[in-house]
């Protein structure tokens, strides 16, 4: 007979990573934003702007023509591998899987340690419920930087839906080691349903 897993309401996957400027630092994107800065209305691009940046400028606003503005960077070969995974989360939101995918495998053909594209393919296996897949590109992505902390809480779940308990609950804790302790709560509930499951699959081996 399966395990059954309690899976705690706060327990659901982290979202997507949009890559950023390298130079800057990167925002969660799961983190609320409780004093955003107002919109601007209208964008004026400086000449100093590669098209990258550009394109991540509209972007961030969630303008539809940053898709045409990625284009362009890709066509400049600007940034090539980022392009295309910022244009895969994009597709993914809109519901395009078929592109949200080739995006972000092509993204990787172009540079296999890319970090966000392995963790968003991750999470597009994570949506198609194709858990193994889903883990595999968490993995990848943990060790291409072991200080991403979003991709733990994920691998966990994953992990946990494949009935790895050990694994899940290592790599639950660590997430809770990299991140804030308001945030750690986030998993304590799980780590405590998995860690009292593995200690009654324990006592039935005993008994």
């Known amino acids: 007979m399966g395990q059954i897993i309690k899976f ?16 800057k630092s990167v925002e969660n994107p799961d983190q609320l ?15 100093e702007l590669a098209p990258f940046e550009q394109a991540l400028l509209w972007d961030e606003q969630g303008d539809a023509r940053a898709i045409e503005l990625y284009a ?45 594209a392995h963790y968003n393919l991750g999470n597009l296996y994570f949506e198609l419920n194709d858990f193994r897949l889903a883990q595999t590109h968490y993995e990848l992505a943990a060790a291409i930087d072991p200080s991403f902390a979003n991709l733990y809480f994920n691998l966990g779940l994953v992990r946990a839906i494949n009935n790895d308990l050990l694994a899940a609950i290592s790599a639950l804790t660590k997430y809770q080691e990299l991140v804030p302790a308001d ?12 860690k009292g499951l593995l200690a009654a699959n324990r006592n039935n081996v005993l008994s």
């Open 8 to 23: 705690p309401a706060q327990a659901a996957r982290l979202g997507y990573r949009r890559v950023k400027n390298r130079r």
């Open 33 to 47: 934003d409780l004093f955003p800065a107002p919109r601007a209305q209208i964008l004026y691009f400086s000449q």
């Open 72 to 116: 362009r960077a890709i066509e400049a070969q600007d940034c090539v591998a980022d392009a295309y995974c910022n244009l895969g989360i994009i597709h993914s939101q809109k519901g395009d899987t078929a592109k949200a995918f080739d995006c972000f495998t092509t993204s990787l053909k172009d540079d296999p340690r890319h970090l966000e």
């Open 183 to 194: 945030e750690a709560q986030n998993a304590s509930e799980l780590l405590g349903n998995l």
